[in-house]
């Protein structure tokens, strides 16, 4: 396999670059830049700082990944982004390294579709198969699940956790954690349900589905106190997989707190 690097595009010397790598016309591949094997850079992207972009993933023109966070607390320390294999990082997406606050790195998984204009701030945690539509946006230290989607122009508060399979509709704004599953919607986010659609699209047995429907009636009735409920919940479906990460989401350490439906109150 050969590299192809257009003459006008700028690789710094001390850049590594993998096998079957193309490079396109007028893109600046920094010193710290790691390119993995098959990685495709299109026309006019900056790759910055100490980036890895693995095999296979593709970056299109205008694309900022891995220049300095938007912190004002970061004062040039040593700090990385990290990019699966197989991530598509479409035109104008900005991606953040990390800072000596939020662990140094920020990694976004494998098979990720990051689609115009999304940002993905410093110390991020992006699992796999995660969708971000047209210009949804992450503040720092967001951490998304594998297959959650995105919608389009949604904002995402720092430190809010987003479970897997998940789903967050256009133009939310989310300042709580979401759990694995659920579907928000709204300024502010409310849970409006489970993302069903996305539970069958990934082909979860019926079985499986009915009983996480059962559970999110019962953890989420007015009846009681959350934690109550959720005891409850863990006692009537410990046997089920998915409502248990469901349970043991709610129950981690988080700064944030929890994403809840509207009560009939505020209905």
């Not at 993905?120 to 967001?142: E, F, P, S, W, Y």
């Not at 709204?186 to 996305?198: D, E, Y």
């Not at 005891?231 to 248990?244: A, K, N, P, T, Y």
């Amino acid at each position: 396999m050969t590299t192809n690097i257009h003459p006008t595009a700028i690789i710094e010397d001390g850049a590594q670059i993998g096998n079957d790598v193309s490079v396109g016309p007028y893109s600046v591949i920094h010193s710290g830049v790691t390119l993995c094997d098959g990685v495709t850079i299109k026309s006019h992207v900056a790759v910055d700082g100490v980036t890895k972009i693995g095999e296979r993933s593709t970056v299109f023109p205008f694309a900022s990944v891995g220049s300095v966070p938007q912190d004002l607390k970061f004062h040039g320390e040593d700090c990385s982004l990290e990019i699966g294999s197989d991530t598509v990082v479409r035109e104008h997406v900005t991606l953040n390294p990390g800072t000596d606050g939020g662990g140094g790195v920020t990694r976004v998984g494998d098979r990720c579709l990051l689609m115009v204009g999304a940002h993905i701030a410093h110390d991020c945690q992006i699992g796999n198969n995660v969708i971000m539509v047209n210009n949804a946006t992450l503040a720092g230290h967001v951490t998304i699940g594998d297959h959650a989607i995105l919608g389009g122009l949604c904002a995402v508060h720092q430190f809010v956790r987003i479970g897997q399979h998940a789903f967050v509709g256009g133009m939310t704004g989310v300042e709580n954690d979401v759990i694995p599953f659920g579907s928000v919607l709204g300024n502010r986010a409310h849970l409006g349900g489970l993302n069903i659609v996305g539970l069958k699209r990934h082909n979860f047995d019926r079985e499986l589905i009915h009983g996480l429907r059962k559970a999110y009636r019962m953890l989420f009735a007015e009846e009681g106190t959350l934690m109550e409920r959720l005891d409850d919940v863990e006692r009537s479906f410990g046997d089920q997989e998915l409502v248990m990460s469901v349970v043991a989401f709610i129950r981690a350490k988080s700064d944030r707190a929890l994403c809840t439906p509207r009560t009939t109150r505020e209905a």
